[in-house]
């Protein structure tokens, strides 16, 4: 009796911690906390970063093109609608012809319908100096016809992992006909 009492408390105890160990095996967990130093990632710094946005819709080799749009979007005074995908020189000065130093590629589409309010979704890509092969990018609202618009910086990769911070644009220049322009950027940007 005592035997058989011992047989089914050694069940009872043993079987249950056996199976939870042969699941939890077979489950590994999917997360866990790391020391930022285990990535390598030492004292976060900000740089600024000073360049200009060459977008031109007109000629034979245009850096943004229309991908889609509304049936409304030719009626609307906003262009509402519209969705533009980008492959736009970044450059060290406002001239078309300034050291490129990298390039603006995403999608902007115009998502007001009161005001030419532009939804940007951009990453800089980046191919000069210690930034080469890095990325930062942009999400945010582009009030173009506003002086200075302000949109986030939410995230980037190589020198730029884990960034965050925010871009001041500035028109340079519009051509109202063509709808080319060049836009000055100051990025600030928080990273490792």
């Known amino acids: 009796m005592a035997m058989a009492k011992s047989k089914t408390l050694f069940s009872i105890f043993f079987i249950p911690l056996l199976f939870s160990t042969l699941v939890t095996a ?6 866990r ?7 390598g990632l030492r004292k976060e710094k900000l740089s600024h970063l000073h360049f200009y946005f060459h977008d031109i819709l007109s000629g034979q080799n245009p850096t943004a093109v229309r991908v889609a749009q509304a049936t409304m979007t030719a009626t609307s005074p906003t ?4 969705v533009m995908m980008a492959d736009d020189p970044l450059t060290v000065g406002p001239e078309p012809d300034s050291k ?8 902007y589409a115009s998502a007001s319908q009161k005001d030419l309010g532009l939804l940007m ?10 930034y080469n092969g890095s990325t930062v990018s942009l999400l945010g609202r582009n009030a173009v016809f506003s002086g200075v618009r302000e949109m986030s910086i939410v995230g980037g990769s ?7 911070g925010y871009a001041q644009a500035k028109t340079f220049w519009l051509n109202t006909t063509s709808g080319d322009v060049i836009v000055e950027y100051n990025v600030y940007v928080l990273h490792y």
């Open 100 to 107: 490129l130093i990298g390039k603006a590629q995403g999608i």
């Open 79 to 82: 262009f509402f609608g519209a």
């Open 121 to 130: 979704v951009m990453n800089f890509a980046f191919m000069e100096g210690k």
């Open 33 to 39: 906390s790391l020391s930022p130093k285990s990535l």
């Open 26 to 31: 077979k489950d590994p967990r999917f997360d």
């Open 158 to 164: 190589g020198v730029f992992r884990f960034a965050r």
